[in-house]
Structure formats: structure tokens, C-alpha cells
């Protein structure tokens, strides 16, 4: 699901992050794309794991089976450590309760959570049906960026950047006049200083 652009983003993100060894938690990740983004552009040791859905996760780990530092799991219960990032590379559009994946992943105490290549504007948060696949109907929000700012103050995070990233392709021109400014979002939050890591 993720972009060039936005995995490069993230990897420029991660390299200026002083930790001896990162660990990511890659939300949505598919078949890693990210994660060989990393692996060839940082030179640092980090871990990092991928949520997926149960059979892409099975699908995806065989793949890996000899990258000791990259690991799938289908359930925020198997992370096996504090995270500190958690990424979200075109992804949180797909969770049906968003605001309780939001919530699951304050839970890890992470760092920083980035949220990239995300559809979000000024309006209220409403789904629409994603079609650029043929006969392949697939449910996505947009996001009001005010509500997901929100969310993450209530989690005891701050908004620490904001960009966006420009695809003339994705646009809502037959949608009302109040609908048509999104914009493909890049969002960084990070931990207020007052919240304690394990």
C-alpha cells in the first residue's frame, strides 16, 4: 500500500532518530516494502515487525525466513516489544474502528507514531468506495485531519510535522465542493515529554 515517496520519506524520518537499535512496528505493512526501503538505505541494527492479516502475514514471512530482524504478526497482543515507531504507511484509511487501532497502539507507548500517504482534509471523516481495481470494491476513509490530531492529544501525543504528498490522479471532483480539498497526508506525533516509557 505504500508509495515511494512516502517510504523514503520515513526512511529519512528514521535516520535521524538517535536510538541504538530501532524497533518498528509497521501497521498494514504487506509484503514488506517498506522494511527493504530500511534495510537498504539505514545503516543502523533496528527490529522491526509487520501486522498483517493472518494469511499475508504466513505468505510474507516465508519470504523472510533468513532476516532475523523482521518478524509478521496479525495481532497487536504479539508485539514483543516497546516499539519506537509505529508506522502506518498508507494504511489506517483501511481499519474499520481506526479510533481503537489509535487507542491499541498508545497502548505500546511508542516514541513516535507516523502516518503517512493518508487521505485526510478539513470536512467531517466519511468513507467512499476506493475503485482503481478492476471489479474490486474497497472501503476507505477520509480523514477530518482534526479529529485525528485529536485523538492523538487525548493519547498524550503532539502533532510534531505535517506534509502532504501531491497525486493529481487521486482527486474528488465529483464529490460537493466541501469534499474536494484532501490531500495524501504525511502526519509525525511524538510522546509529550510528561508520559513515561518502559
Not at 127 to 141: E, G, L, S
Request: hydrophobic letters at 40%; proline letters at 5%.
Amino acid at each position: 500500500m505504500s508509495s515511494t515517496n512516502s517510504n523514503s520519506l520515513f526512511s529519512i524520518f528514521l535516520s535521524g532518530i538517535q536510538f541504538e537499535r530501532l524497533r518498528v512496528l509497521d501497521v498494514g505493512g504487506g509484503f514488506g516494502e517498506t522494511y527493504l526501503e530500511l534495510k537498504s538505505s539505514i545503516k543502523r541494527e533496528f527490529d522491526y515487525c509487520i501486522l498483517e492479516f493472518p494469511r499475508t502475514a504466513i505468505d510474507a514471512q516465508r519470504m523472510y525466513i533468513e532476516n532475523p530482524d523482521l518478524r509478521y504478526i496479525s495481532n497487536f497482543d504479539d508485539v514483543t516489544f516497546t516499539p519506537d515507531v509505529v508506522y502506518f504507511g498508507s494504511s489506517l484509511q483501511y481499519f474499520e474502528k481506526y479510533q481503537s487501532v489509535l487507542e491499541r497502539v498508545a497502548k505500546l507507548n511508542p516514541q513516535y507514531v507516523v502516518i503517512s500517504d493518508t487521505p485526510m482534509g478539513d470536512m467531517g471523516t466519511f468513507v467512499c468506495a476506493q475503485v482503481n481495481m478492476p471489479q474490486v470494491v474497497i472501503p476507505r476513509w477520509i480523514f477530518d485531519r482534526h479529529e485525528i490530531v485529536n485523538i492523538f492529544a487525548k493519547l498524550n501525543y503532539k502533532l510534531m510535522h505535517e506534509s502532504f504528498l501531491y497525486y493529481p490522479f487521486h482527486n474528488f471532483d465529483n464529490y460537493p465542493l466541501s469534499y474536494r480539498n484532501t490531500y495524501h497526508s504525511n502526519l509525525v506525533f511524538q510522546i509529550n515529554s510528561t508520559a513515561a516509557r518502559n
